[in-house]
Every structure is written in C-alpha cells, then in structure tokens.
C-alpha cells in the first residue's frame, strides 16, 4: 500500500476521483426494470449563471440523495441542465452589443438569436463545469437545454393543447411600450429615474350634486380623459360618504364611479386618486377588480387619439398635457400645482418616457389548473418538506390569477401563433400554416413575441425525459422522486410544475418537494449574482476543498432555514475532513502491522468492543432515517459526533492498548476488525456529504478489509441497522466507565496533575453489581486516565488531603500527597481564587448600576448575569479543590 500523506490536501484526490466516476459511467443511469428508479431533474441554472453559495447549497443536497439511493441500490438518474432565461441572456448579449455601439434593431431578430446561440456555445453554462467541481453525480449524457429541439417541441405541444383546452386566451394586459422606438420594453428595459415633476390637483364635480367637488392629485394631468373612476380607500372616513356617487369627468363630460379600493394610499396628494386603465398598470389592476371599461387614449407613437375627445386627438402626449392644464385652469378647475419628485420609466435604449400601454397578451387560464394541483397535495400524493409551507402554497393557489405567458424580447420560445393579415384569423400551429384557412390568403405572420420563460421551465421534470414522445425513459423515471430548490420560488416555479405535470402528463411530477433556505451574507441578504455579494464557491473550494465546503454547508443549514455564510463555516468542515484522515491513517498503519481478520471461531469480544457496535448500531438507524427524512444536518451531526468523539477520542484510543502492549494475537485480531468496520460503515454512511475523501479512503481499507469488494464506495452498500438492540448493557456499562475517567481527567486537570504523572485512585462504590462492573474493567480506567492503582468497593475510605469528585452517586477520591506540591498547589489555587473573586466584585457592581441596567441592551444585560452565575460557580469549585489540600 501506498503510504497516506501525513496531511490530507484533497487537490491531490478530488480531479482523480471524479475522472474514475465518469470513466466507468457511475453517473449513467439506464432503464432497469430490476431496479427501482430514483429520479431527480435539476433545477436548472441559468444559462448565463455563475456558481454561487445558494447553488452550492441547492446542489450539494441533491448530489447527496442521489448518492445515499445509489448507495442503497436504487437505478438513480440526476438529469442536468440549462434554462436559456430569456431577457437575463439577451441583455448579457445586448450589453456586448452596446460596448460596440450597437443595439439589438441594429442587428434585428435574425442576427441577434443567432449571436446568442453563439454566446451560448462558447460562454454559456459554465455553472455545469462548476458543478462537476462541486462533485455532482449528474448523468451528463443527458444533459437538457430548454431551448433544444425536443424541449421547444414540448412547449409548442403544450400550448397547443392548452389552446385547443380553452385554457390559453388572448386578453388585455398593460406593458411598457416605447413611443420612439415603437416597441413593447420588458420590465428590466425600463430605467426608473427620479425626476423632479409636478402634482396637479383637480376638481372633479359631482353629478347629483351641485357644487360639490372631489379633488384629485395626479402627475400626468393629461391621462384625465382616459379616467373611468376615481377611487378611495374604504378606510378614509372623509370620502365614505361619497363612496357609490357619480361624478362627471370635466373636458370630457363622463360619468364615472366613485370606489373604494384598499390599494389607494390615504396619505397620497388627497387621499383620492384617478384611475386610468389603459395608461397605467396599477389602475389597471384596480379595474380588473372593479370591472371598469379600459379607454385607451393615447397610440403607439405617443400621440393622442379620438378618444381623447376631437379637440385633443392628434397632440404629442405632453403637448395635450399642456393644454389640458390651460383648459382646467380656465374653468377653474385646477386648484393647485405643488412640486413633486417621483421615479418615471424611460426607454433603455432612447431614454424618453415610456408609456404604459393596453396591448393583447397571451395568458393561461390558471384556476382550473389550480384546482388540480391542490388536491394531490390535499390527498398527500405530493408531501411538502418542511410542511409548513403548504399552508403558504395553498393560500396562494386559491387566489391565483391568470398568467401572462408573452414577453415582449426576441430570445426564448416564439409564440406559435400566426395571424392573417387579410382577415385578421387567428392560426395556432406549431409550424407557419402555407395559407389562411379562411380566406386561403398567404400574408400570414407569426406573433412576434416569446413565451415568459418559466412557461418552458413548469414542464422540465418531464419534457427533459422526452415528453411528448412516449420515450421508455419517461416510462421509467416518471414521475420523479424529489425536486429540492430554495422557497423563494414555490411559487414561480413549483407550484407551475405540479399544475404543468397534472394537465399535460396526468401525473404528479415528483413525489417529494424539499425546500431549503437560501444563503444569506454577513448582512442578512440573500446571495446572488447580481448582488456579487457571494463569495465564489470555487475560491473555496481551492482553498478548503470541496467535502470541506459540502459537509459545513449542511453542517450548518437547519432544515428549511436560512443559512448566513462567512469563510469560518467552512473550517468545520476542513477540520473534520482532516480528522477523518489522521484517523484513517492511524487504522490503516495499525491494519498493516496485523496479520489477519479474527475467524469465526474467535468469539473473543470485549466490552469496548460491545459499546462500539452498539454505538455503530444505533448512529446507523438514526443516519437512515434522518436521510429519507431530509433531516440533512441531523445526518452530519449524528456523523460528526459519533466519528469525532466516539470512534476517534474513545475507541481508537483504547484499542491502542491491544495493539502497542498486546501479546494476544486474537484480541488484536477482533481490535483491527472493529476498527476497520467502524471506519468502513462511517465512511458509506458519510459518502453521499464527502464523496472524495470517503471514496480515497474506503479504496485504501479495501486491502486488509476483504468485505468490501465493490470498485467503488459509490457501488457498496449502505450499512443499514440491525433491528435487535445488541449489546445495550453492556454499552451502558462502557458508558459509566468513560464517565469515571472522564472524572478523574478533569481532576487531573483542575489540580494541576500532569496527565503523564502516575496517579492512585479510591473508587467508594456501594451498589454491590455496578461495583463489580467497576472491578472487571478497571484495567480501561488505568490504561484512559494513567491510573497505577485502583481500589474499588463498598468499604473504600477516603485518603487524607485527596481531590474528590462524585460521579452519579459513585465517590472518586485521588490522593494528593507526593503528586503534586501542595502548599505550591494551594498557594496558586488561592490566587486564582483572589482574581476571580475579584472579577465577580466588579460583575455584581456593574449589574447594581441603574445606568448600566437601564441603558445596556437586554442581551449585554443577560451576559453579564450569565457570567455572574459562572464566576460564582468557579469560586464553589475552587473553594472545593482548595479544602483538599488542606
Ligand atoms: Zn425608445
Ligand atoms: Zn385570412
């Protein structure tokens, strides 16, 4: 065997261990009806993504139940992939563009779509790489696009049959339009700056009676003859009267409502305010919920229409908004101007006002798809971890609201939707149709919008298994087993799923949603990348290594919460990373030295050895259990611990004994077994958190551990419980044992023994069975707490000037004389004693002082009476060690 290295640097192990993965295609999943499947879809990053913590968290928890189910047998498939994101990867092109000087009409459709498929190809997914860095187990063979052949056709697919349903429907719906440019804007196309306006105030008559007047506020005075309504908070007395009257819109003479809306801010110019749903998304909103009639009175390039009435039709928008003022000034209906500063939208690209406009939008019809998905998760088909964001899910399916499905951008799936241009017909195919079906003309044109991109992302979990093909994949891997993915986007994301799945597949799409917290910075914030405030992953990774990074990551990551990063998590996870090696080196040395494995005639097992398989036993039912529960950083807790403080700090420290003093073959024997077993079940237990340096190890305990004889960790078995609780006296008997030393280490410790000074000690044991316990493993207490001579019994007496300590109700006395000087000792604990009584003089003064109690914050407050009861607690202790020396 190649000797381990004294220090564990995982460059030397992570690239190697990943290439043996993929040579032998451990990744790869295939259908495999003797198998069960286990399936998980990524959800899939951007394409333009750069790795970041919440990835890290998100992925890191995927690739570990993918490892735990292989491990346990199962045909696992974690399907990879990249979501084209619409407008986010056309602006990264786009700003490319500007750096030229150019902008995307320069280029037009064509040009651009094909410039991003280049972008795409030689700098977009690069997160996949980093994946790959992070460990993930994914079938890159079946890596998915959402913009590739088969996923466009799924979502063609589905919004034809969703039209051919009635369930996708052409409406109204308010966008940012550019008047210049002559164009629909995304949101993230208008730039909002704050500029210094005016507030206009308005008199608005009362129809029924006279010379009564309501008084608005508004910013664009001009959007006046468009108005259908002018609306209240219900919770502003000084309208609740009005609430229900007509009024006639001066200029104009309409009569329209006045409503109550909760959406009005009271505190706002005078707590009444216009509605205009053509020309502003709010107003539109409110007369969805009012049923208002929506007058468009301004067109496409800016310019006022017949609407607006004859003696304004045909105005640049701010030439009427001048007019308008004049008009009412002259009617003496404008009661004020005040100035007035407020963010407006302008065109990224022209920089004018843009003008929010009433145009047709593409929307699916949302409630019926709702009602289907709420009863799978009503009828548990579908469990939600942690549960109580099932109660937030359902809240928000009932109220759900139709969906606009069109963007107004050129990269993502074009609607396929042709019109005529002879008769206006409506064509939905997914190929351009040669002639109209109605008047057989042949100028047809296809919608030139795109579809929102989660309209692609709500079918992945069954679209990148091929859907609507009828492929033996989808046959076998659907539904999936689990979609893991922070909560923030439950709603965006999964709940469109489960509805997707239902209406397209008849089927869930998972059986299992875990939600996870999102990484936060030092501040509170989530990490994002257009934030920059995440650390990159692989900085740390260099630095700590990737098990490092994993296994502190769900080390400190309760379930369901968010998680605030800094660098010092990690070193959890170096620090056990690099135990688990010097461990592992220890065995592996001692395993060398060792001819053999006991036979089966050998039944020699001491009681050590019983604590340690009882211990075993039980870490790997609750390991099993927290896994298939989720119960992430209960898997590594139980790990850290039992590994750290039982296997390491007890076990491998007592078997040391058999190894280095032992003349008796079959007990070192049975020792190198355990420890090689232990180590072996630890390390499957830990693989699917650490992959690496489990995998490095696990190859190595191979050569003197013949029970293992997979070709890798990743195809062993995961150590499952017996169901019997062996060994569970005996276990509890070792327990008190390390209790005992555990006592007189500490004596040790507080009396200024030396922990290589020789010492005696007096066991008063009056519990006849546990005394003989006491006397049988004796030779563990001298060998863990360099103990000479031991007396143990009923009768056992105090030794003058001894330290004593009492553990249960078992009385532990070490006698002093000869071992330490005692004047020296008492002299040194009297000056510990004198500062610390000091100490608490000062503590007690600070907490009578009504300045420091009435100003200090609760939690400096509630320290410092903390460290009053601890000072206090030292002096009884000191006081104690101080008697027996006297
Ligand atoms: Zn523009
Ligand atoms: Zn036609």
């Given at each position: 065997m190649k000797e381990m290295e004294k220090v564990y640097d995982p460059h030397l192990i992570e690239n190697k261990w990943y290439k043996f993965w993929l040579d032998k295609e451990l990744f790869h999943a295939k259908v495999n009806p003797q198998k069960k499947p286990y399936t998980i879809v990524i959800p899939p990053p951007n394409v333009t993504d750069i790795l970041h913590m919440g990835h890290v968290l998100n992925n890191t928890l995927q690739d570990i139940m993918i490892r735990f189910k292989k491990l346990q047998g199962f045909e696992t498939l974690w399907l990879p992939g990249t979501d084209h994101a619409g407008i986010a990867t056309q602006n990264v092109v786009e700003r490319d563009l500007e750096k030229q000087g150019k902008n995307r009409h320069d280029l037009g459709r064509e040009q651009l779509i094909e410039l991003i498929w280049e972008w795409r190809k030689t700098k977009g997914g690069r997160i996949l790489d980093q994946l790959r860095r992070l460990g993930a187990s994914c079938d890159w063979r079946r890596e998915r696009f959402t913009m590739d052949e088969g996923l466009s056709n799924a979502v063609n697919e589905a919004f034809i049959s969703l039209y051919k349903k009635g369930l996708i429907y052409r409406g109204e719906y308010i966008i940012n339009w550019c008047p210049r440019c002559n164009t629909a804007l995304s949101d993230v196309e208008v730039e909002h700056e704050d500029k210094a306006s005016h507030l206009w105030y308005i008199k608005y008559p009362l129809k029924d009676r006279k010379h009564e007047f309501i008084t608005v506020a508004t910013t664009r005075p001009e959007t006046m003859l468009g108005d259908t309504a002018v609306a209240v908070n219900p919770n502003d007395p000084r309208y609740a009267e009005l609430i229900g009257e007509t009024i006639l819109l001066p200029l104009v003479n309409r009569e329209i409502p006045i409503i109550a809306d909760?959406?009005?801010?009271?505190?706002?110019?005078?707590?009444c305010v216009k509605v205009t749903p053509a020309h502003d998304p709010n107003d539109f909103e409110m007369a969805m919920r009012h049923d208002l009639p929506k007058i468009t009175i301004i067109n496409e390039n800016g310019i006022m229409n017949e609407n607006a009435g004859a003696e304004y039709a045909g105005m640049d928008r701010f030439e009427c908004r001048e007019k308008v003022i004049m008009d009412l000034k002259e009617k003496k209906l404008l009661v004020k101007i005040e100035d007035y500063q407020h963010s407006v939208g302008h065109c990224y690209r022209c920089k004018i006002v843009i003008e929010p406009y009433l145009s047709n939008q593409w929307f699916v019809k949302m409630k019926p798809l709702a009602e289907k998905a709420m009863q799978v998760i009503e009828e548990g088909k579908i469990t939600i971890h942690p549960p109580r964001y099932k109660k937030v899910f359902f809240n928000w399916l009932e109220n759900i609201r139709d969906w606009?499905?069109?963007?107004?951008?050129?990269?993502?799936?074009?609607?396929?939707v042709y019109y005529c241009d002879d008769c206006s017909e409506i064509i939905v195919a997914k190929e351009k149709p040669e002639a109209c079906p109605k008047c057989q003309s042949t100028h047809i044109h296809q919608d030139p919008d795109v579809l929102d991109t989660w309209f692609s992302s709500w079918l992945w979990p069954f679209s990148a298994l091929g859907w609507p093909q009828k492929t033996p994949e989808l046959k076998y891997f659907?539904?999936?087993d689990l979609l893991v993915t922070g909560y923030d986007i439950l709603f965006f994301w999964v709940a469109r799923m489960i509805m997707g799945g239902m209406e397209?597949?008849?089927?869930?799409?998972?059986?299992s949603v875990y939600l996870h917290g999102l990484v936060l910075d030092e501040n509170g914030v989530k990490m994002s990348k257009s934030l920059g405030n995440s650390p990159d992953p692989i900085d740390v990774i260099e630095k700590y290594g990737t098990d490092a990074l994993r296994f502190s990551m769900v080390f400190n990551t309760p379930k369901g919460n968010d998680v605030m990063y800094t660098d010092a998590l990690i070193e959890t996870g170096r620090n056990f990373a690099n135990k688990i090696w010097n461990a592992a080196r220890f065995a592996l040395t001692n395993a060398a030295e060792i001819d053999g494995l006991p036979d089966e005639s050998e039944e020699l097992i001491e009681l050590t050895d019983k604590w340690i398989l009882h211990r075993l036993n039980e870490v790997k039912k609750a390991v099993n259990s927290a896994y298939e529960e989720y119960r992430f950083l209960d898997v590594t807790h139980q790990l850290y611990e039992f590994f750290w403080n039982e296997y390491c700090a007890w076990y491998l420290e007592i078997i040391k004994g058999r190894f280095?003093?032992?003349?008796d073959q079959a007990s070192r024997r049975m020792a190198k077994y355990l420890m090689l077993k232990v180590l072996d079940e630890s390390l499957k237990m830990l693989h699917p958190i650490m992959p690496f340096i489990t995998e490095e190890i696990w190859q190595r305990i191979k050569e003197f551990y013949p029970y293992e004889t997979a070709e890798s960790i990743l195809l062993s078995e995961f150590p499952v419980s017996a169901d019997e609780d062996s060994y569970l006296k005996e276990s509890e008997r070792m327990q008190l044992i390390f209790k005992l030393i555990t006592a007189i280490r500490s004596i040790r410790k507080d009396m200024n023994v030396s922990p290589s000074e020789h010492v005696e000690i007096v066991v008063k044991d009056v519990l006849p069975a546990r005394c003989a316990v006491l006397q049988n493993n004796r030779h563990y207490i001298k060998v863990m707490a360099k103990v000479d001579e031991i007396y143990i019994g009923d009768d056992a007496v105090k030794p003058e000037k001894s330290a004593t300590t009492v553990v249960d109700d078992i009385e532990i006395y070490m006698p002093l004389e000869g071992i330490i000087d005692l004047e020296e000792e008492r002299e040194r604990l009297m000056k510990k004693l004198s500062k610390v009584e000091n100490s608490l003089i000062k503590c007690v003064g600070k907490l009578n002082n009504d300045n420091f109690v009435n100003n200090a914050p609760a939690q400096i407050i509630e320290q410092e009476k903390e460290r009053k009861e601890q000072l206090e607690n030292t002096i009884e202790k000191l006081k104690a060690n101080i008697s027996f020396l006297e």
């Open positions: 909760e959406f009005v801010d009271k505190e706002f110019g005078t707590g606009c499905i069109s963007r107004q951008i050129w990269w993502g799936h074009r609607i396929p659907y539904p999936t397209m597949t008849e089927e869930i799409p998972f059986k280095y003093n032992s003349d």
